[in-house]
């Protein structure tokens, strides 16, 4: 009998097929006391297991590309964390197995990020699974990971790792389900790349029980168990009549009456360029430049290295525009030669331009090289600063940038509620805005992006974050600035009609989602978004701002 399941749809598509869960992960090792003589050679078993895993995560970014490459890249920095190590050694020195002092001593890091204000808790799964991993390799049982299937399947799992989705097949996995993870998870944005249907925060998906037929959409977050003849064929209809409207849309991003919406993507290197192009971007909106530091935590890329990465993403887009956010170190991406280790809370304090300003050298040496990068090049460079709170802020990373010689616009990030509030004091110092909307509903709702517990705030269609939205526009367009979204909001081909409507001048998005959004925005005018985005605002709650904004869409 077809029952309807629902959580929290991250990536668009439909997927039809039987339930595979996850393999298990690894069982606890027993507690058992080893020889004081055996210490020596057991610490050396937990740091040759440690450097494996440490270099399969880095071979499996290297494989991945792009944005999974650097989350991969961070994880190998996570099972080589020098204090954990010391903490296993410790506990080796005591009498623990290898296995043992590995599993022990993840588990008491595990604990001290629940208790640091819980901002690192969304790495909880990344944590678990390099451990998982170290511990398999000491037990000499496989990993746990993706099934073998030789048919294709829909993945159920409690969370995904990052180094098991940035390497899903999507010819075998034809979409996945999980129990945690919220709309701006690693595992959510790597879907999206891969352009593999997801819903994430779904309560109970670990019953579904193994074999039994599902129909996951991905867009509404609806999971349809066993489902009739009819809802498959209604589906399968839906899904067909989707990808015909994409491959007949083409061209700049745009409303049915002509107003001009760039449609640009979020990039995390050269790796992304590729399919960036593929999907008819206009040019990058979100050029992250963490992956170039996470090769080696201990000291920041030679400009050189700079110069040659920032060149082969700006040669891609001539007469293009793109955005390059400047280094984001910090709170889940801390970089041993920058961040501090011991910071109560390190979410509320020194990361983004914040770090950056603390080692003004790592900035210079960052916005030189862009310099250099751009020389020649026809193409439209503008450089953004993460993480800015107040005007002092903004001239601060503007005066930077004129330091460096950098010719270029100078721009801030709205990550912050403060950044929203006072945008057209900000706008005094740089040219434009551009909205994250990740970090911005994080830090507006107090509900970190990573726990699935806490995902309904997370909720992009919040009329709160809406609101600091339609604050950003008004004071872009009283300045005569844009205001653009890099967040991963823009990548909703629904609420991208409401962005329009609050005054957003730019989109952008991983590449897979651009051909959805240009279809979904050539299909209605400026004015009916401007009424969408007015009735999405007047609602109380995320699902009937969504509601509201459908029913203006649809002419309901």
Known sequence: ?????????????????????????????????????????????????????????????????????????????????????????????????????????????????????????????????????????LLGVPMPGVPDSDEPYVLIARDLAPADTALLDPTLVLGF?????????????????????AVVALPGAGELVEGTVIAVDGSTGEIFVEPSAEKRAEMERAAAERKAALAASSGPGATSDGHKVPLLANVGGPADVAAAV???????????????????????PSAEKQVEAYRTVLAAFPEGRVVVR??????????????PADEPNPALGVRGLRTLLDHPDVLRTQLSALAMAAEGLPVYLEVMAPMVADR??????????????????????????????????????????????????QYTFAADRQVGAVSRLQDPWQPALLDLVA??????????????????????????????????????????????VRATLSKHTLAQCERAA???????????????????????
């Open 1 to 137: 009998m077809e029952t309807t399941l629902r959580g929290v749809g991250v990536s668009h598509g439909v997927a039809i097929g039987e339930v595979r869960h996850m393999g298990t992960a690894v069982l606890e090792p027993p507690a058992k006391q080893i020889p004081a003589d055996e210490a020596e050679r057991e610490q050396g078993r937990a740091r040759q297991a440690v450097e494996a895993v440490a270099a399969d995560l880095i071979a499996r970014g290297n494989l991945a590309g792009g944005e999974a490459q650097a989350v991969l890249e961070a994880q190998a920095l996570m099972a080589q964390d020098p204090e954990l190590m010391a903490d296993v050694d410790r506990r080796i020195a005591v009498g623990s197995t290898a296995e043992r002092a590995v599993y022990d001593a993840f588990a008491a890091y595990r604990a001290l990020l629940a208790g640091a204000g819980e901002y690192l808790a969304g790495r909880v799964a990344d944590l678990d699974d390099v451990r998982n991993r170290i511990v398999a390799r």
């Open 177 to 197: 389900v999980t129990e945690e993870g919220g709309p701006t998870s690693h595992s959510a944005i790597l879907a999206r790349a891969l352009g593999v249907p």
């Open 278 to 300: 593929g999907a008819g971007a206009e040019g990058v909106g979100l050029f992250r430049t963490e992956f170039l530091f996470l090769d080696d935590s201990k000291k920041a």
């Open 326 to 339: 400047v280094l984001d170190a910090g709170a889940d991406k801390p970089l041993e030669f920058l961040t």
């Open 392 to 441: 002092t802020d903004a001239k601060a990373f503007a005066d930077a940038c004129r330091e460096a010689g950098l010719r270029a616009k100078f721009g801030a990030m709205v990550e912050i509620p403060s950044a929203a509030l006072r945008a057209r004091s900000i706008l005094q110092e740089v040219e434009f805005l551009s909205l994250g909307t990740n970090d911005l509903a």
């Open 471 to 516: 604050l950003s526009t008004e004071a872009a367009k009283a300045e005569g600035k844009s205001c653009g979204v890099c967040g991963e909001a823009a990548s909703d081909p629904l609420l991208a009609c409401v962005l329009t409507g609050l005054g957003v001048t730019s989109l952008s998005m991983g590449a897979a989602s651009i051909p959805y």
């Open 534 to 556: 007015a009735a999405a605002r007047a609602a109380d709650t995320a699902e009937d701002a969504r509601a509201a904004a459908q029913a203006v869409l649809s002419g309901e």
